[in-house]
């Protein structure tokens, strides 16, 4: 049987996107025996590894999104987020993240759900990817060695690097691990395959993409805007040139993959020893949704998260069609 690296990419609440498609491989028994993720990914990831598979439909925070009534609203922004507005905002960050709220709010604190994340572990391995902001690099957190045994301590780690992982500035303040500040991956990878193409076990990869976005259309609607909305086509601005920062990388990314692939195949090799590392070839599946909202989206649309889930789950179904 194969064993699938997956790579949960930041995307706002496109991110439900991936949901769909991880909820999709597993009802569908393909074995998923390494996760990668950053950002948003890294809620998809672990509402995963916490599910309940034999006794529940659906991850617990998507269960509420795809619930989603007035008070599933105000708790999938906190699971999903983990954040909270500052009650005196310093204009440097919009929210900050207290980290036992956060680790409440991700059901961490619930014996049953920390037993299921260890059993999953024991079946999977899991690596968070941030952004050293000090040192100008990334920094893979490989979760199964942090949670290698599971309480209150090793959780206290474990939420340290996962909240390195979603920090997105300005929107949070930058989190302090050691004396290093550290933001989310996303700044130098938001598709983490590395340690996928370092993993011998895994035999090929699915990789979200979620750089099929529309900027020109999205510029030139900005810049046709009213004066008189500036307020607001200030707010939008911001954001769009947040996700081109986080995704326009993107594409360097995916042709590293596809040239280390290219040059294994000719030179007739399955690895390749470089600086202490030997990396694998594997065929790489990268599903590219087209135009999807990274943010405030239930501001927008109530529905949106539960489209975003089913299109996930329509264009893997349809990727592995394609492949059988």
Known sequence: MKKYGFVASGGGYRSFYT???????KKNNMTISHLTSTSSGNNIVLDYMVWDWDNEDYPPTLTK???????????????FLGLRPSLLPAGTHLFTVDK???????LLDEPQRRATLKEHLAAAKWDIF???LTKREKR??????????????????FM???LAGITTIPYFKAITIGQDFYIEGGYLDNTPMRTLF???????????DFTENDYHADLEKLYQAQILTL??????????????GLTLPNKKIFSHAETLNKLLEATGRDSVAIEGKTYYRKPVHVLKPENLQSMSISLKDSTAQKDYFHLGQREVAALFSGLS
């Open 65 to 79: 999104t795809l619930r989603l009534n007035v008070t599933d609203i105000a708790q999938v922004f906190a699971n």
């Open 140 to 157: 893979s957190f490989r979760i199964n060695e942090i949670l290698s045994e599971i309480d209150d301590s090793t959780l206290s780690l």
């Open 198 to 208: 370092e993993d011998p076990e895994v035999d090929e990869i699915i990789a979200i």
């Open 160 to 162: 340290d690097a996962f």
């Open 19 to 25: 949901a769909g498609a991880l909820v999709w491989l």
């Open 231 to 244: 307020p607001f086509n200030s707010i939008n601005m911001h954001l769009l040139v947040s996700d081109m």
């Open 100 to 106: 036992d709220n956060c680790r409440r709010s991700l």
């Open 130 to 132: 941030a952004t050293n």
